[in-house]
């Protein structure tokens, strides 16, 4: 419940009479701060505040009790000793800074209809919570938090994305290709073919890429799937373990169950290892196709595997790699084919049409699984500015 405290100092929800600290003086707030949700340290960053006239700029602590200052040690934690303000809900006791400095305390109530509001979007079991909101919505305030939903599960794929790359010692090309492979394996095996990918000795198939048998061996070799496949696979595979000295792979537990034939990992190994031979898996050659129909002449994927290829994986390479090679042509490209690819089918689309959110395209479709996973799967309602216009107009 101390995040509804914020969301009250953040929003300026407390009473809009005289603020008074616990010893008399009168408090102005000038300015909130900067909400600090991630970091440790104080609740708020360079907040500024009159007390009894005098303007006091630095950082505001906040507390459901103030004995809970202490209970945080914060009294011994020399990060806290810049704390101009210490807002509380219930001040049971003052409190001190390391250095013996007793800081202004502040009682500010949580409003009791935003606590009703608030405990009714934690508890309800319709889903999402605040779906009475949407229908109410402008076009514009709903697409522009779509808009910064879509940015910043971008931004999350691009961090994946430069963690592949590191762990492949800074090939942009394998980190390409092992992002190609997780969403091979779609959710089921993704984890699965990230790991196969990242175990995948890519410059040993590249000395034999003009023979899609010798690649075939060796990707279903490293996958452990020598077992599904002719036998003469595995004498291969021996071979080219000889000749380039591979060491023996961890196992990977690959799923089979209420998977398609078409979708066994095996199969889909073996789709992969002819693309790579054909030099349709290529860094250079993904960044030369320009549009959808480009694209799809290069990959040569059924529309609704195409779709989630580019989805899942050129766009995120495409934002990554402009964002770390200053080429924002590349990233304006990543929107731009957002804007032209279809939205998603999936559930969690559905149910945000449901409630009578327009979605139009696939950037629409990311922002929405952004928003489920990352905010309404959480309970993350304060954060949202759909629960915002839900708390707001209640």
């Known amino acids: 419940m101390e995040q509804l405290l914020h969301y009250t100092w953040k929003h300026r929800l407390f009473p809009l009479g005289t603020l ?86 502040v009682e500010i109530p949580i409003p009791s209809q935003l606590r009703n509001e608030y ?29 910064a939903l879509q940015t910043e599960r971008l931004e999350q794929k691009m961090a994946a994305m430069l963690k592949r790359v590191k762990a492949k010692n800074g090939s942009w090309e394998d980190g390409y290709f092992t992002t190609l492979a997780r969403n091979f394996g779609f959710s089921l095996n993704g984890d699965n073919f990230e790991q196969w990918a990242l175990m995948l000795p890519l410059n040993a198939a590249s ?14 070799g490293t996958a452990g799937l020598l077992n599904r496949v002719d036998e003469k696979y595995a004498k291969e595979y021996t071979y080219l373990c000889k000749k380039f000295n591979i060491a023996e792979v961890p196992t990977i537990h690959w799923k089979y169950l209420r998977t398609r034939p078409q979708n066994f990992p095996h199969v889909r190994i073996m789709q992969l290892a002819r693309m790579y031979s054909e030099r349709r898996t290529g860094l250079s050659e993904m960044l030369d196709s320009t549009d959808v129909k480009a694209l799809n002449n290069l990959f040569g994927l059924r529309k609704e595997v195409l779709d989630l290829i580019i989805i899942n994986t050129v766009i995120p390479t495409l934002f990554a790699y402009g964002r770390s090679h200053a080429k924002e042509n590349l990233c304006e490209r990543a929107f731009e084919l957002l804007e032209t690819l279809k939205p998603e089918g999936n559930h969690i689309v559905r ?26 799967d959480r309970r993350e309602c304060l954060r949202c500015r759909f629960g915002y216009e839900y708390l707001s107009k209640k």
Request: include cysteine; charged fraction near 25%; charge should be negative.
């Open 207 to 220: 000395h034999h890429r003009d023979d899609l048998f010798q690649v075939e061996a060796l990707f279903l």
């Open 351 to 376: 149910m945000w049409k449901d409630c009578g959110l327009e979605v139009k395209n696939a950037g629409d479709s990311q922002a929405l699984i952004q928003l489920k996973k990352e905010y309404c």
């Open 20 to 105: 008074r600290t616990t010893d008399g003086r009168e408090v102005e707030v000038i300015d909130t701060g900067l909400h600090n949700r991630t970091d440790a340290g104080p609740d708020f960053f360079n907040a500024k505040a009159k007390i009894d006239g005098v303007l006091w700029v630095g950082n505001v602590e906040m507390h459901l009790k103030a004995s809970d200052w202490y209970r945080h040690r914060h009294d011994s934690d020399p990060a806290y000793d810049n704390v101009v303000l210490h807002v509380v809900e219930l001040a049971d006791m003052d409190v001190e800074t390391s250095q013996g400095v007793t800081i202004p305390t």
């Open 119 to 147: 405990e009714q979007l934690l508890n309800t079991d319709q889903y999402p919570p605040c779906y009475s909101i949407i229908p109410t919505l402008t076009p514009l305030k709903a697409h522009a938090w779509m808009s």
